[in-house]
């Protein structure tokens, strides 16, 4: 099972960026955003190219990395 969490937590931390900095960025919530990180939720690929996008990396590196 790929765990997209875990990978996002580290590029997120690795930039000292907030929870609340990411879901701003995405536009969604911070508690939805803490849910993707958790793995508690499905996220869109419209949404993981937003996070790709901030972290200026290909979203296979998000996905593959997991």
Do not use: C
């Not at 969490?5 to 907030?18: C, I």
């Not at 990411?22 to 536009?27: C, D, H, Q, T």
């Not at 508690?31 to 996008?53: G, M």
């Amino acid at each position: 099972m790929l765990d997209v969490g875990t990978t996002l937590r580290r590029y997120r931390d690795e930039r000292q960026y907030t929870q609340q900095y990411v879901a701003n960025i995405i536009g969604i919530s911070r508690v939805a955003y803490r849910k993707w990180e958790n793995n508690e939720v499905d996220f869109a690929l419209s949404q993981l190219k937003k996070i790709a996008e901030l972290y200026e990396i290909p979203i296979h590196q998000i996905i593959f990395h997991s």
